[in-house]
């Protein structure tokens, strides 16, 4: 069964730090761009970073550049997204998610949006409080 599952979510103050994990079972990451996400209650889904499939690129949006990092270890077949100075806005359910066969990479990592990724993890909720 293929499944993502994300970790690491959890309340913090504003200006802390936390590393969220997504670990992929019944697959591997190895070949695939990968991305995360958030969504906040009455929001659309937001791509927050997106990583190519080798590790040698990276795309941020503009809300978290300078302050997240997107990672990946395919020996473990784990994506990493290191959240700094965090702020009360990036609340959400942060979700990961593989890129698309057949999409480009350039494409991907372009614009992170939702459509160009599939294999949704359940999420991991961030909570930032002020």
């Known amino acids: 069964q293929l499944q993502l599952v994300e970790s690491g979510g959890t309340l913090v103050q504003s200006g802390g730090s936390l590393r969220l994990s997504c670990t992929a079972s019944?697959?591997?990451?190895?070949?695939?761009?990968m991305a995360w996400f958030r969504q906040a209650p009455g929001k659309e889904r937001e791509g927050v970073a997106c990583?190519?499939?080798?590790?040698?690129?990276?795309a941020y949006a503009d809300s978290v550049k300078g302050r997240f990092t997107i990672t990946r270890d395919n020996g473990k077949n784990t994506v990493y997204l290191q959240m700094n100075s965090l702020k009360p806005e990036d609340t959400g359910l942060y979700y990961c998610?593989?890129?698309?066969?057949?999409?480009?990479?350039?494409?991907?990592?372009?614009?992170?949006?939702?459509?160009?990724?599939?294999?949704w993890g359940r999420g991991t909720q961030v909570t930032v409080s002020s």
């Open positions: 019944g697959f591997t990451l190895e070949n695939r761009a």
């Open positions: 990583i190519s499939s080798s590790g040698s690129a990276a």
């Open positions: 998610a593989t890129g698309r066969r057949g999409r480009p990479e350039a494409t991907m990592l372009d614009y992170i949006h939702p459509a160009d990724f599939a294999n």
